[in-house]
């Protein structure tokens, strides 16, 4: 075969060899940034968890996802241990998705990867290697734990900074605020259609109602109404589609 | 939280994260979601993350819980995120809001 240039990669706009841990990780840090809030605020909370924080900090390692941590840590004050963990995995649920979708590039992988990989798969590195179709085998190994323990080193030491800083601001700075704040900007970021505002709107709205339901029941209860509601309203705009679709057709 | 609960929180919520991202890799491998479920999939995280900003601002004090200034900083963070869509800007927005108001009043 005659030898070719080195093929460029579109995500990264670099002419490394697509499989490198220096690919991966050119292709891993811009994703990262905006990350950096979150972490931050993260790191504060676990400074402001009715949890001693040693055991607050201990989720960058356990648990490794920024939004069920986030939870973990500013639910203690007011929630069992029940609806706490009922809530992380209701929120954990996306990576069932993520999971469903890397499924078929991890079956060609070595029993130890399957075990391993999934541990590190947050959402940035899903959306790094779900797309990487051009590797495969140990190249996207490679590239996937390049990534992979990238983002579990900074995360942890981008928290770690949060805390330290965090103990440091007073009390009426109001950084008990963030975590909300947080929240409420990744469900904006994260609507993609009306279906999805439904479901927020559901979620919140039930979940006000249902505030005094013990226990914070009330975060699940407003998301599986939200859940129901996007889905049904998803359903709706299908079928409303299809009947356009078919008198347009008639015409 | 003593320390026994939290901790006991905390390895049952990475024992959930893991299990939610290796479940369908490990143990599923080739088999796609039903397209019922997926559909119901993307809408967890509009419904979860809203309910879930709810709960934190009413503070576990019911609707009592539920402060002005707050109310007021969401808003200001959400109107931030539809427009800019960009987190860093939504979070400084709203506690820009929340200090000026708490200053203010």
Known sequence: ?251 | MNTFPAVAAVLSVGMITYASRAGLIVFLAERPLPTNISRALRYVGPAVLSALTVNLIAGGQGIGGVEFVEVAALGMAIVVAAVARNLLAALAAGMVTLWLLLWLL
Do not use: K
């Open chain 1, 1 to 251: 075969m005659p030898a070719a240039d080195p093929p460029v990669d579109p995500l990264t706009e670099t002419s490394a060899p697509a499989g490198t841990s220096a690919a991966a990780l050119r292709a891993a840090i811009p994703l990262f940034i905006p990350a950096i809030p979150f972490g931050l605020v993260v790191g504060v909370a676990i400074t402001d968890s009715a949890m001693p924080t040693a055991v607050a900090w201990s989720t960058n390692v356990v648990i490794f996802a920024g939004a069920a941590q986030l939870a973990t840590v500013s639910l203690a004050a007011t929630a069992t241990w029940l609806t706490l963990v009922a809530t992380a995995a209701v929120i954990n649920l996306r990576h069932v998705m993520y999971s469903a979708a890397l499924s078929p590039r991890f079956n060609e992988q070595p029993r130890w990867f399957r075990w391993v990989g999934p541990f590190f798969l947050i959402d940035q590195l899903f959306a790094l290697t779900s797309v990487r179709t051009s590797l495969s085998g140990p190249a996207w190994r490679r590239f996937y734990l390049t990534a992979g323990i990238f983002y579990f080193l900074s995360w942890t030491t981008v928290v770690s900074i949060g805390l330290v800083v965090g103990s440091s601001i007073p009390v009426e700075w109001r950084l008990d605020v963030a975590p909300a704040i947080m929240f409420a900007g990744l469900v904006v970021l994260g609507l993609a259609n009306r279906p999805g505002i439904v479901a927020a709107v559901v979620g919140a709205g039930v979940c006000l109602l249902a505030l005094d339901v013990p226990n914070n029941g009330g975060i699940l209860v407003g998301a599986i109404s939200g859940v129901t509601a996007g889905y049904l309203a998803d359903v709706a705009e299908v079928r409303r589609a299809e009947v356009r679709r078919d008198t347009t057709g008639a015409q």
